[in-house]
């Protein structure tokens, strides 16, 4: 059994900045990827930035330059930084994790519940 809490969103003027947190939780064995992913209304759920255990990182064009992915593998967290934000970041933001639930068993994807980031004046 495995828990992602979201935390963070909320309602900024454009030009500001939020720190989205993911925490995994529950039986966890190895973690690999982390990652976060953004869907607005009406549209498809799109990959906004990845960390990899190996430490690497990788951004969507979009917001290259103005968001920051970090994790704190002592705590099983992920952040996402969001600087300089626009009107057209509005969506709703998931966590992605990577990750065994038991060493010898095959990895699964699991989804946080989601936090709304709306940016707007």
């Known amino acids: 059994q495995v828990q992602l809490v979201e935390s963070g969103g909320g309602l900024v003027q454009p030009g500001g900045s939020l720190r989205l947190s993911c925490a995994a939780s529950?039986?966890?064995?190895?973690?690999?990827?982390m990652g976060w992913y953004r869907q607005a209304p009406g549209k498809e759920r799109d990959l906004v930035a990845v960390?990899?255990?190996?430490?690497?990182?990788n951004y969507a064009d979009s917001v290259m330059g103005r968001f920051t992915i970090s994790r704190d593998s002592a705590e099983n967290t992920v952040h996402l930084q969001m600087n300089s934000l626009k009107p057209e970041d509005t969506a709703v933001y998931y966590c992605?994790?990577?990750?065994?639930?038991?060493?010898?068993?095959?990895?699964?994807?699991?989804w946080g519940q989601g936090t709304q980031v709306t940016v707007s004046s």
């Open positions: 992605n994790v990577k990750l065994k639930t038991y060493y010898n068993v095959p990895y699964s994807h699991y």
């Open positions: 529950g039986r966890i064995a190895s973690l690999y990827d």
């Open positions: 960390s990899t255990s190996g430490g690497s990182t």
